[in-house]
């Protein structure tokens, strides 16, 4: 299984940044799909996250309004929209694979599959 994740990079605060993850080696629709982030110093932190079929989303507090996860299962692929971005957004942000479709989790040890990550900064 590969989780290739694409699309940081430097951004200054207010602009906009569409991350990408293009998934082999699974059957990407049978998996829920998740992004994190970690800035240095810091835990892994919920991003978003959305399942099998596209049908359902959950994002924090943080991120409600401001980022939209969504999937294309045709091209194995999940992106993450990112708005209004902050410097606080500042980190590495890595796509994730959760193997129950249907399902919603924010807890990175559900995740059985981890891309390698993409840098995203963000200035002030």
């Known amino acids: 299984v590969q989780l290739q994740a694409s699309g940081g990079g430097l951004v200054q605060a207010g602009g906009s940044l569409r991350l990408s993850c293009a998934a082999s080696?699974?059957?990407?629709?049978?998996?829920?799909m998740g992004w994190f982030r970690q800035a240095p110093g810091k835990e892994r932190e919920f991003v978003a996250a959305i399942t099998g079929n596209g049908g359902r989303t959950s994002y924090p507090d943080s991120a409600r309004g401001r980022l939209t996860i969504s999937r294309d299962n045709a091209k194995n692929t999940v992106n993450l929209q990112m708005n209004s971005l902050k410097p606080e957004d500042t980190a590495v942000y890595y796509c994730?694979?959760?193997?129950?479709?249907?399902?919603?989790?924010?807890?990175?040890?559900?995740?059985?599959?981890w891309g390698q990550g993409t840098q995203v900064t963000v200035s002030s």
């Open positions: 994730a694979a959760y193997g129950i479709s249907w399902r919603l989790t924010e807890n990175p040890g559900s995740y059985a599959y």
């Open positions: 080696g699974l059957t990407f629709g049978s998996y829920a």
